[in-house]
């Protein structure tokens, strides 16, 4: 090895001493603070670690820091030019802003960086080549057609020097409004494309320490013994604390407070990520090998697998109050009636699998203890408050002396609402009066965070001979896991729409939520229902066939329209885009093929069939069952004219930052650039909930949308004093204020009205329409999102291969705020819901965690994306801000159930079983011919 490294970075040479073992990217990140490289895995699997060396793509996160002695090397950072102190992008870097390929944005280094290499070899390339070329380079928001089109956008740029081409398959909505409504680029885009957006593990403190949790590695046990002597006793260990350690409450959660902090010593132990002791240590190397000198003694005990297993009477208790977390009812009608007057009863048995969320960027947390005694804490977390409240119960502290401070998140998808490190790097700041920092390795965050829940699903049907549903029964078990996390929460949403967004006049549902000593499972896009709209929709196909009526039309027969009554009795009065959403998606697949679901033998080789299948979905806005939904922004006139406006809110890649900034905008009659955003922060924004159940659009965009009417007003009204003219008759446009006669910048209000005393700054605290508990027949949602897919696939009837060719999306939205950052949404949740439905599964065998690594994850790629057609579908609701109600969740249901429906229509194997065992369809057809033949 080398004593030293020269290597050129960005067109700048550097020397530095060797470091045995360093990989590429951490002298990128660490030593040279180039953060724009991005480290989602240390596997060479997540490719967001790409940089250039002598001009061809390596994942820096494998790749060792001394053979780059003598090499040039070009980061995202290296891209763009400084032209008289302005950047001028590269070509690729604009065209991934302008094309909306950016989300999240943790991915997009390593995005950019390999289309830079290829279009530096390829100038010209089609979308064979690029998707080769992207193949092992993931982006877990999927806008994968996105990126596909600003590649080609960029190659085009390059080669005719003329600027970058704007997207044109995406229209604006059609409605008055000046600034909602319109296509609009992302405030952060630019500094995530460049490498200067900042995540919680590009953060660096002085006088940082890194810590590790020991973490149980067994299923389920008692604690015995534990000894951290030899831990301690390391050289450069700081501090090693454990359950003793705890100042004040000993457990943790979103609803429940049934997660230990840490297990003591005779407690139980009840999945393999429980944490036994947490390590403070000067280096993150030394932190892991103390963690590893850690030694526990357990006395095991039988494990529960799954929530069938859990409800037995003979089974261990998991929690004192035993394995059941909530059993959840819905009752309309009367079931015997509805069963005795069906012509056709079908009933049958469905399983979902346990799915990780995968985001690229694991999860980071850093506490800073200030000199007044307060603790400030660096995370992506998508409810800021809700980890302040539990820091603070933990600690024994007033829930002030914390301070939340959100950083960018690089994916969440319900995955990042749990506390993982907030509490351990507190008490080991607070031990230490150290900066602390857990960064989890992509092994740890696999076994640690709360997963989608698997289940069970048994769905019975009555129907009559022209189609219409008379009654439907539906039975769910959910694998919670070991801890509640939000497990209620999700498997009452599973329950309550396990129907499907039909009318039924007589429907019953029982799930039992239960705990086993799997990973805990716990909020996923969808929230519960991407697994029941499997169940129902495969039910619906099943009774369409038995029927001998088309899907399509079997599904125009029964949905929910304006004045149904849902499941749980709630009545439908307005935003019901249902019906169109079939119409549409129905009209544009049989543009393509006019007898959709009927098998298609390729020509070219008779093994290879095609077809089309149909689902439909709806999923809730906002929390509902009475809890309530409650969000506050503030909104502020600076000197300068530009306004502010911040909320806690979490931006994880939706769009919100976004979304806020066009709502205020359009209220104050100005452009979007003149509004800034601060989301995140506990002391510096109000509280605005959590970023679940697509509710943010709804009551942050509402809240922003209040915040600047209300400013408006007081402006109006001060200026009405001022001249002594009526309020009415002052006007808000063209980034002006139409005073008597004449026009005031924003800038001259600010300077009038502080003038007067007066400080244009308003708080605005929104509260979404109330709505009753599951069970007293109320509006248990104060809106619903409604979404149709239909998807064509390909099936190999040799090997059981199944590829996804198209799929049609029409999701009633009711307003697209932002048509641009719709589009992304919609890309990304139908590829979240192929891999559901194809290629992902979480494997846990007796406990123990198989997908530890996420080389043991199939996560889809750009390679499975299939060509993706949204349609906006805009029914508004006359409560949402203009009218909107939420894309983030209804985009990814339906994808899975219009797959499994079209393998069905292509071959006639129904899968019932996710993910879909393409061995088992080979398997079963093969078996199917051997006995025709014989």
């Not at 998707?131 to 190659?155: H, M, Q, V, W």
């Not at 039309?553 to 749980?568: C, D, F, K, P, Q």
């Not at 939904?629 to 306004?643: M, Q, R």
């Not at 897919?789 to 049609?808: D, F, P, R, W, Y």
Request: with cysteine.
């Amino acid at each position: 090895m080398t004593n030293q490294i020269s290597l050129t970075v960005n067109s700048k040479p550097y020397t530095v001493d060797a470091v045995p073992s360093e990989t590429l990217s951490t002298l990128l990140r660490e030593r040279l603070r180039l953060t724009g490289t991005k480290i989602g895995c240390e596997e060479a699997e997540c490719g967001a670690c790409t940089v250039l060396v002598d001009g061809e793509p390596m994942m820096s996160c494998v790749y060792p820091a001394e053979r780059a002695n003598g090499k040039t090397v070009t980061t995202i950072e290296g891209l763009a030019e400084r032209v008289h102190e302005e950047m001028k992008l590269h070509p690729l870097q604009e065209a991934f802003v302008e094309h909306g390929a950016v989300q999240c944005g943790f991915c997009i280094p390593g995005q950019i960086m390999t289309a830079y290499a290829l279009l530096k070899r390829n100038p010209n390339p089609n979308s064979a080549d690029i998707r080769f070329a992207l193949k092992d380079t993931l982006c877990r928001c999927a806008g994968y057609p996105s990126i596909e089109n600003a590649i080609i956008a960029a190659a085009e740029a390059l080669r005719t020097g003329e600027p970058v081409k704007l997207p044109t398959h995406i229209p604006d909505s059609v409605h008055e409004h000046k600034t909602v409504g319109r296509k609009h680029l992302r405030p952060e885009a630019v500094e995530k494309v460049t490498g200067e957006a900042i995540y919680t593990d590009d953060l660096k403190f002085d006088g940082m320490l890194y810590a590790k949790a020991k973490r149980a590695m067994i299923p389920h046990g008692f604690l015995k013994k534990l000894d951290v002597s030899k831990a301690k006793a390391l050289k450069g260990v700081v501090a090693v604390l454990t359950a003793t350690d705890v100042p004040a409450e000993k457990n943790h959660g979103l609803v429940i407070y049934d997660w230990p902090v840490m297990v003591r010593i005779g407690e139980r132990v009840r999945y393999v990520g429980d944490a036994l002791a947490i390590v403070a240590a000067q280096s993150e190397e030394i932190a892991e090998q103390a963690a590893a000198l850690i030694e526990a003694e357990f006395d095991l005990q039988p494990v529960i697998t799954n929530p069938v297993m859990a409800r037995q009477a003979d089974v261990p208790q998991i929690h004192e109050k035993g394995n059941l977390l909530k059993h959840i009812k819905v009752r309309k009608g009367d079931m015997e009636k509805g069963f005795a007057s069906a012509d056709v009863i079908l009933e049958h048995t469905f399983h979902t699998q346990t799915t990780d969320h995968a985001f690229i960027e694991p999860e980071c947390s850093i506490a800073v203890p200030l000199a007044d005694g307060r603790m400030e804490i660096y995370v992506g977390s998508q409810i800021p408050y809700q980890d302040r409240t539990q820091v603070a119960r933990v600690m024994g502290w007033d829930e002030e002396r914390v301070r939340i401070v959100g950083q960018l998140m690089g994916g969440g998808f319900g995955g990042k609402e749990d506390v993982m490190g907030q509490i351990h790097v507190a008490m080991l700041a607070a031990a230490t009066k150290r900066p602390v920092k857990l960064l989890f390795d992509r092994h740890e965050s696999l076994l640690v965070h709360p997963k989608r829940h698997a289940t069970q699903i048994r769905v019975k049907i009555g129907a009559k001979k022209d189609g219409r549903l008379v009654a439907c029964e539906t039975e769910l078990y959910g694998d919670t896991g070991a801890y509640a996390s939000l497990g209620e929460k999700v498997m009452t949403r599973a329950t309550t729409h396990s129907a499907g967004p039909y009318d039924i006049e007589h429907v019953r549902a029982d799930c039992f939520a239960m705990y086993t000593n799997n990973p805990p499972s716990g909020a996923f896009r969808g929230f519960g229902v991407t697994q029941s709209a499997f169940a129902v929709e495969s039910m619906m196909d099943k009774l369409a066939e038995s029927l001998n009526i088309d899907p399509v039309e079997l599904r125009r027969i029964n949905a929910l329209h304006v004045g149904s009554i849902t499941n749980t009795g709630q009545e439908l009065k307005e935003s019901v885009g249902l019906m169109e959403c079939i119409d549409r998606v129905d009209a544009e697949m049989r543009k393509h093929d006019p007898h959709p679901f009927a098998p298609k033998v390729d020509p070219s080789n008779p093994d290879i069939v095609r077809a089309w299948g149909f689902a439909a979905a709806y999923k809730n806005t906002g929390l509902g069952g009475g809890a309530p939904d409650i969000s506050g922004a503030d909104v502020e006139l600076y000197a300068d004219g530009t306004f502010q406006v911040r909320s806690s809110a979490a931006e994880l890649g939706q769009g919100l930052v976004t979304v806020m900034r066009l709502t205020v905008a359009e209220e104050m009659g100005v452009e979007p650039d003149q509004v800034r955003v601060l989301v995140m922060d506990t002391d510096l924004t109000p509280n605005g909930g959590p970023t679940t159940a697509s509710r943010q659009t709804f009551v942050t965009g509402n809240a922003s949308r209040y915040a600047a009417k209300t400013l408006r007003d007081e402006i109006a009204a001060s200026m009405a004093e001022k001249f002594d003219i009526r309020p009415e008759k002052i006007r808000f446009e063209g980034g002006v204020v139409h005073v008597n006669g004449h026009s005031m910048t924003y800038a001259e209000i600010y300077k009038e009205m502080t003038a007067m005393g007066q400080h244009p700054r308003v708080r605005y605290e929104y509260e979404a329409p109330k709505t009753q508990p599951l069970g007293t027949g109320g509006d248990m949602h104060f809106a619903f999102s409604f979404g149709v897919q239909a998807a064509e696939v390909e099936v190999n009837k040799l090997t059981g291969e199944v590829s996804v060719l198209k799929v049609i999306s029409a999701n009633d939205v009711g307003m697209a705020i932002n048509p641009l950052g719709l589009q992304g949404q919609v890309e990304g949740g139908v590829m979240m819901g192929l891999g559901n439905c194809i290629t992902e599964e979480f494997i846990v065998d007796n406990g123990n965690v198989v997908t530890d690594r996420l080389a043991r994850y199939r996560m889809p790629g750009i390679m499975l994306t299939p060509e993706i057609t949204s349609i906006i579908v805009e029914h508004p609701i006359a409560a949402g801000p203009y009218g909107a109600k939420g894309v983030g969740e209804i985009s990814s249901i339906p994808t899975t159930p219009a797959i499994t429906n079209a393998i069905y229509n292509a071959v006639g194997v129904r899968v019932d079983k996710l993910p879909v065992d393409q061995e088992m369809i080979a398997r079963e057809l093969w078996m199917r011919e051997s006995a025709a033949s014989s």
